[in-house]
């Protein structure tokens, strides 16, 4: 079956400029995750989401970043005004359910590639 | 804060021979998770192990875990190119109202003929 699905696949832009990065999670996954990997910071943790459930914020490394979920689907990931130190890969996971499910690995996206000028 | 360290960071082994990759956590957790990563490419899950003393196999790598010592093990047996990868570890946990996954650094695994 279709596994997570994100997009763009790779994005370059200028620094100042606003970027959404979009993720399509595998059909029946309730639960959302948003992770960034570079090399100087390994694998990060950024936000989860749970059904409709508003998410815990505190994990986006500052007031730039923000993230939603339609639906209790799909969820874009938005920096605003970005910054070179927000070069990175920015992958997306799903999941059944969160923590009552941990039997069952987080599937990950291949992830957009974000390169800041 | 969680804290998960892996070691060795770089491993370089001959096609044939066996090896074995450490993964160590700071806090209390009954699960782990193994994930493969080959270049440019996303992670891939390979084991979930859910209790102290959990072993799974796939192929020529085992994974264990005991809960007590903190430690998860990844062992290659007798080892091929096509297990040239970066394996993470990973451990889950509460931080907030955010469930998580925390990974180590990763293992550099290269595998020569």
């Known amino acids: 079956g279709a596994g997570v699905s994100q997009s763009p696949s790779n994005k370059v832009t200028e620094k100042g400029k606003d970027v959404e990065l979009r993720c399509d999670p595998i059909?029946?996954?309730?639960?959302l995750y948003w992770y960034r990997q570079s090399l100087g910071q390994g694998l990060e943790f950024l936000i989860y989401?749970?059904?409709?459930?508003?998410?815990?914020k505190s994990g986006l490394p500052s007031d730039r970043f923000s993230a939603e979920r339609t639906g209790g689907s799909v969820s874009t990931l938005t920096i605003q005004r970005t910054q070179q130190e927000d070069s990175a890969v920015y992958l997306c996971?799903?999941?059944?359910?969160?923590?009552?499910?941990?039997?069952?690995?987080?599937?990950f996206g291949d992830g957009t590639r974000l390169s800041i000028l | 804060e969680l804290k998960v360290e892996q070691n060795p960071l770089f491993l370089s082994m001959q096609e044939g021979k066996n090896y074995t990759i450490y993964c160590n956590y700071s806090?209390?957790?009954?699960?782990l998770y193994w994930y493969r990563q080959d270049p440019g490419k996303s992670l891939e899950s390979l084991f979930v192990?859910?209790?102290?003393?959990a072993v799974k196999q796939e192929g020529r790598l085992m994974a264990s875990l005991d809960t007590k010592a903190r430690l998860s093990t990844l062992h290659i047996t007798a080892a091929v190119h096509d297990l040239s990868a970066t394996y993470f570890c990973?451990?889950?946990?509460?931080?907030?109202?955010?469930?998580?996954?925390?990974f180590g650094k990763g293992t550099l695994l290269t595998v020569n003929p």
């Open positions: 996971a799903s999941s059944l359910e969160g923590w009552d499910r941990g039997n069952q690995p987080q599937h």
């Open positions: 059909s029946g996954h309730t639960a």
């Open positions: 989401f749970q059904g409709n459930s508003a998410p815990d």
């Open positions: 806090t209390t957790s009954d699960r």
């Open positions: 192990l859910l209790s102290n003393g």
């Open positions: 990973a451990v889950d946990s509460w931080g907030g109202s955010n469930y998580k996954l925390t």
